[in-house]
């Protein structure tokens, strides 16, 4: 009887949160909250396939409110050394695109809330097949996708495909990112805006914050979707400062290197989760 | 002698595609730079200002034309087809690899910009283009593997001497491929007064085009030169291809002259079926790198795989989409020649012609070896000349189990 009653329950939820709105609920629900989102990227397959599944799985209780899970790509054109490394060892570990859709199936069938957003190049998608993939990653449960190498000249390819199954196509506006040029960036974007907070590539140099608020306060003039700030976040003070003003924060490289620097899986579980908590405890107060 | 640059080209379209090839798949922070250097160069290829200083640096500076030479012992030794040599390794640096710097240097200082980067493969794109960064005074890096350094240190130096900084690759496999993603990578970081000289046909709109358009004065001339000579066109044009710049720029030119036959000769490296090649058009399928979708070597989840050549130029795992367009338009044959084979070439014509070619270019000259043989002496071929291998001479005497001295 109770069995039947939680199936029950389980399929409401999952029918009331669609895959597109877990999104949109998350940041319904943080503004109510009056904080900021903490979002947590990790490469798929990183440093194993078991480690990284019991890294997936803790972030929500660590204090991740999205999840950013990277398909690793043999040539990150647009990370840092960190990122790439990482990238390589989930290589080396075996991970494949359709490994990566499993993770995320198997995370959905304990956890239906928490937001997740595929990240990465268009390759690895384009060589699974963008309808398969879609189709796979929709019914896997991911929500959003941000790759790198698709700006919206090429729409056409994935952004507008990934509507049509409900799946949301974050974009990236940069400080090269002009008035002339916001508008096309801003045309079929969903989810969220990730603003990239320096030109460079993943895991360099912070900019400063001043200049950072005045640049997502003229973002937030022309687009009413969530403001996520990344690139050189590597502290819980950093992350508090930027939380101020930006809706989510993310944190990648950061996370990456305690893997690599760790000295078993059990330890990169055990550091990854606690730097999560750090970055989780200052990003819920910095508004206070 | 130096025409302008062909204007009559369709292709790619506005989006820099080429069929489905092409197209410009970078991060945001690229694009609109990217849209820039599109205007500015739209406005350079009809500026005749522009036009004339890039006539006189090919001129005077490269020292264009540069000849079509009648390789008569080399038709002899092969018994067919005659043979004419498009000497591109007597431009200045020794390669084909300045006719684009030149054209692409003139376009930073155009744009007023302080910093000049590249990746280099064989050294011969790195030291053209320090080259030209030395004769405008601008600093220049550039970007190139630790397996490639090993092989071409004579090169190394040589991009030391000009001034440039050479930083050495350690990701991935250490060659041109990782080189690229690193000048990619610097390129995003320092976006706002760098000008990135990329060294061949491939990588984002309007990458390709751009400089396609610079080296098609070699088929310009080769036009020209071989009507003066003889009254027609050629019947036949062989190149070697790692991104495809030297044999675009012979044959885009006559691509509209059905009746003649062009020829891309890929690295076959081992063999196509050993793997262990960097044949992109005859072992990859189509995929998207380095800011255009063309054949790549990969497996079947989209990981590129690593390239495998005697000639570090060619070892590359994509090719021009130019190329891959040509290729599905079966407009162009593409084959393959192999280690053995370009080196035995190699061999042939220092012995036969007093000409020392580039593993690259012996690539080219190994077809030649295949298919002049079968052919009438009326038969006119082609074969871009494309660089000379004093480059390649330490790496030559290793596989000829010769051992030289460092210093030599």
Not at chain 1, 115 to 142: H, K, Q, S, W
Not at chain 1, 171 to 184: E, F, G, S, V
Not at chain 1, 189 to 206: P, R
Not at chain 2, 368 to 383: F, I, Q, S, Y
Request: with cysteine.
């Amino acid at each position: 009887m109770i069995a039947i009653q939680d199936n029950t329950m389980n399929d409401t939820v999952n029918q009331a949160v669609t895959h597109s709105s877990r999104l949109e609920q998350c940041f319904a629900t943080l503004k109510q909250q009056n904080r900021p989102a903490l979002v947590s990227y990790l490469t798929a397959g990183d440093p194993d396939a078991d480690a990284s599944r019991r890294l997936l799985h803790g972030l929500p209780e660590a204090g991740v409110d999205i999840i950013e899970l990277g398909m690793p790509f043999s040539d990150p054109m647009a990370d840092g050394p960190a990122i790439q490394k990482a990238a390589l060892r989930a290589l080396e570990s075996g991970q494949t695109q359709a490994k990566t859709l499993e993770m995320v199936r198997r995370f959905r069938e304990e956890n239906s809330s928490t937001p997740i957003v595929l990240m990465g190049y268009y390759n690895p998608i384009f060589c699974y097949g963008v309808e398969r993939f879609l189709t796979d990653a929709a019914n896997a449960g991911v929500d959003g996708l941000i790759v790198v190498d698709l700006p919206p000249e090429h729409d056409e390819e994935l952004c507008q495909p990934a509507a049509r199954h409900g799946i949301d196509f974050i974009r990236l506006a940069t400080p090269t990112t002009d008035a002339r040029r916001l508008p096309k960036v801003l045309a079929n974007a969903s989810g969220f805006i990730y603003y990239v907070s320096v030109a460079g590539v993943t895991g360099g140099s912070a900019p400063t914050p001043e200049r950072l608020e005045s640049s997502v306060a003229q973002l937030r003039e022309h687009t009413d979707l969530p403001i996520a700030v990344g690139f050189g976040i590597r502290t819980a003070e950093q992350a508090a400062t930027i939380g101020r003003f930006s809706d989510a924060v993310v944190v990648g490289s950061a996370l990456v290197d305690c893997i690599e620097h760790a000295a078993s899986a059990d330890d990169a579980v055990e550091q990854v989760h606690g730097l999560v908590s750090e970055l989780a405890e200052s990003v819920r107060a910095c508004r206070q | 002698m130096n025409k302008p640059m062909d204007l009559s080209s369709s292709l790619p379209d506005a989006n820099g595609l080429f069929g489905s090839f092409g197209g410009r798949f970078v991060a945001e922070t690229l694009m609109p730079l990217i849209l820039e250097l599109q205007d500015e160069y739209a406005t350079a290829k009809n500026d005749p200002e522009f036009q004339r200083q890039l006539a006189y640096f090919q001129g005077d500076y490269v020292g264009r034309p540069s000849p079509l030479y009648f390789a008569e012992r080399l038709t002899e030794h092969f018994g067919g087809a005659s043979i004419y040599l498009k000497r591109e390794e007597l431009n200045h640096t020794g390669a084909h690899k300045i006719n684009n710097c030149i054209g692409q240097v003139l376009l930073a200082k155009q744009m007023g910009k302080k910093r000049i980067i590249a990746e280099t493969g064989a050294g011969m794109h790195g030291v053209a283009t320090a080259t030209v960064a030395a004769r405008f005074g601008l600093p220049c890096v550039i970007y190139m593997g630790t397996t490639d350094i090993e092989r071409q240190q004579t090169n190394v130096f040589r991009m030391k001497l000009l001034g440039a900084e050479v930083i050495p690759v350690t990701s991935g496999t250490g060659t041109l491929k990782d080189a690229m993603n690193e000048a990619l990578r610097d390129w995003v970081t320092n976006v706002d007064d760098t000008f990135y000289i990329i060294g061949t046909v491939a990588g984002p709109h309007p990458y390709p085009a751009m400089v396609r358009d610079f080296q098609a004065v070699i088929g310009h001339e080769t036009r020209t030169q071989m009507l003066e000579k003889h009254g027609r066109l050629p019947d036949s044009l062989v190149a070697c291809i790692g991104g495809g710049s030297n044999a675009m720029g012979l044959f885009h030119p006559f691509l509209n002259d059905s009746a003649v036959q062009m020829i891309g000769v890929e690295a076959g490296g081992k063999g196509v079926k050993s793997g262990l090649h960097a044949a992109s058009l005859n072992g990859g399928t189509p995929g998207v790198l380095h800011g255009n979708r063309t054949y790549l070597l990969q497996n079947a989840d989209g990981q590129i795989s690593d390239a495998h050549s005697i000639s570090a130029g060619l070892d590359y795992p994509g090719i021009g989409p130019e190329h891959a367009w040509l290729h599905e338009q079966k407009r162009v044959e593409y084959v393959s020649a192999t280690d053995a084979e370009a080196l035995e070439a190699f061999q042939i014509c220092c012995r036969q012609e007093g000409i020392i070619p580039a593993l690259e270019t012996a690539h080219a000259l190994a077809e030649v070896a295949k298919r002049a043989p079968t052919l009438p002496r009326e038969h006119l071929m082609v074969v871009n000349l494309s660089g000379r291998g004093d480059k390649d001479m330490m790496s030559v005497a290793h596989h000829l189990g010769e051992q030289l001295d460092e210093a030599c």
